[in-house]
């Protein structure tokens, strides 16, 4: 700390200390606000609640496998059909409750046209939920 002294020497020079009082005040103001919220901290109310056995509700939807092989076949869940029935097949399937999933799985050398033109009969019948289906073991290039 400063003291003052005889000396006149060079009254404006920079004092190179640090005035340490604020920050103990500080310290100790904090110190007493976490010695009063601690306690509250571990307040816990104690409730006897109910106890229940439950399941999950797994509700099994109905899924519609179309495949679509290199030859442009089509197979309704393993069944082949022709592209004719195919209009009649999805808008009965449009029309259950609840609708199923139509999943629309092709082989790599399937031209795509049959791809978008399956999709597009499917989404004109009615049918909302379209996915494909891909193999996950297949290599990356």
Known sequence: MAFASF???????????????PLIDVMLVLL???MVTAPLL???????LPKAASSANVSKQEA????IDANSQI?????KIEADQLASR????AA??????????????????????VMSTA???????????????????
Do not use: C
């Open 7 to 21: 000396e006149s020497a060079d009254e404006n020079e920079p004092l190179a200390e640090i005035n340490m009082v």
């Open 32 to 34: 007493i606000i976490f």
């Open 42 to 48: 571990t307040h816990a109310v104690k409730v006897d």
């Open 64 to 67: 519609i496998q179309l495949n």
């Open 75 to 79: 197979f309704w869940n393993g069944e």
């Open 90 to 93: 999805l808008n009965e399937a």
């Open 96 to 117: 259950k409750q609840p609708q199923p999933e139509l999943h629309i799985g092709a082989e790599r050398t399937t031209p795509y046209e049959k791809v978008a033109q």
């Open 123 to 141: 989404a004109n019948q009615g049918l909302t939920r379209i996915g494909f289906v891909t193999d996950p073991n297949t290599p990356k290039p």
